[in-house]
Structures are given as C-alpha cells and as structure tokens.
C-alpha cells in the first residue's frame, strides 16, 4: 500500500527530530555506540505510554488516579497482575517516562532514577512468561558510561535532553497515519547503518524488541 501525502509529511517530520536528537549525542559517540542511547530511549518511552494506557483502561470508572491506586496495596496488586497479563511488565508511577519529564522540568531529575527505574521494569517479569524477553533488554544501554559524560550531572544534563526531546515525538496521537514506533527504528537504524559505514543489515531491531512490541500490540492476546 502506498503512503499517502500526509504520512510522507509525518515521516519527514519525524526523521527530523530524530536526526536532531541524535546529533545531541553524536559529538560523545559513534553511531554504533549512541543508537543504543536513542533507541533505549525511544523503547522505554513506547512501555511506559503503553502501562499508562492499560492502567487507565482498568481503573475506567473508578474515581481514583494511577498514582491514589498504586499507593493502595490491594489496587496495587490488581494493578500489577492485569499489567502482567496484558503486556508481561508493570511500570511504578515515578517511574513512567511522563514522571521523569515532570522531573527533568522540575530540574529533580538524575540519570540515577532511570538506571533504576529500567532494572525494575526488568524485574517486574520475573518468574512471569515475559521473563526471557525483558532481561538484558536495556544491557547495551549503558548509563553510568563516561562517553555520557565524566559525572552524574553531566550524564544527567545530556540523557534530560535526549529524553526531552523524544517526548516531543508524538507515538501515541490518534491523528498519526504513520506506525510511529516502528518508523523510527528502521529511519534510526538506517542512519546509523550509514554514518557507521556500514550494510543496513548489521543494525537490526533487536529480536526481544520485536517479540515485545508483537506481544504488546496484540495486548498479549
């Protein structure tokens, strides 16, 4: 099926952005090395907007928020085991992508809190049928390197500002004609392939990434 004018629109302005926030990172690495950062990035983001969606689905007609439920023991516990049904993860309310921009405008932020946050999504699958698919998922991210800079606040500074803005990058509108996600990832690792040197072809999706956005837009159906 042809693309129509609209979604030529979409994607050039996607690609955009995308290369921008790139270049954000590209003077501390090479392709081969801040890909990883972006394309982490742009994944935690697709988990969390998708946890915020099915917990406003099963708390549909309950006047209670994500974040009254979660403090509540037994909504929690609900909360957890529809999460885990439906996508094979849970993600706590300080730790949604939304949370840490709150942060990062807030200037509350530290790349601390999304190591973090990252190992316990990972957790949050143990024992579970998701558990092979999560752990390691983030491993090629790596938050404490130096190349992000040669200090917490440093690492912090740059990460806020890739995540910034990635969170201007609409994946979820309901106007969107383009699949968002899975543009980004083939325009990135195109990109990258190039700048690299590189055959398209040894810059992949990653195999759990492709079996977790399968699972996941199926909602575990």
């Known amino acids: 099926m042809s693309i129509t004018e609209k979604q030529r629109q979409q994607q050039a302005e996607l690609h955009k952005k995308l290369w921008s926030i790139a270049n954000d990172l590209r003077g501390n690495m090479d392709a081969s090395e801040f890909r990883n950062y972006i394309l982490g990035l742009i994944f935690y983001r697709f988990l969390s907007e998708k946890a915020e969606q099915e917990y406003a689905d099963a708390l549909s007609g309950e006047d209670i928020t994500y974040q009254e439920a979660w403090a509540d023991e037994e909504y929690r ?102 699949d968002m996600l899975g543009d980004a990832y083939e325009f990135l690792i195109g990109r990258f392939a190039a700048t690299a040197g590189k055959k398209a072809g040894e810059f992949y999706t990653p195999q759990q990434v492709s079996k977790i956005l399968a699972k996941i837009v199926t909602d575990g159906k």
Not at 151 to 162: D, F, G, P, Q, Y
């Open 77 to 178: 516990e609900d909360l957890k085991a529809e999460l885990i049904d439906q996508v094979g993860y849970f993600i706590e309310p300080q730790d949604l992508f939304s949370a840490m921009i709150r942060e990062i405008e807030t200037q509350d932020f530290d790349i601390e809190h999304l190591a973090t946050a990252i190992r316990k999504v990972e957790t949050s699958t143990l024992g579970e049928e998701s558990e092979n698919d999560f752990i390691g998922l983030f491993s090629d991210m790596d938050l404490s390197s130096t190349r992000l800079g040669n200090n917490v606040k440093e690492r912090t500074a740059l990460i806020s500002k890739v995540m910034v803005n990635l969170d201007d990058l609409p994946f979820v509108h309901s106007d969107m004609e383009i």
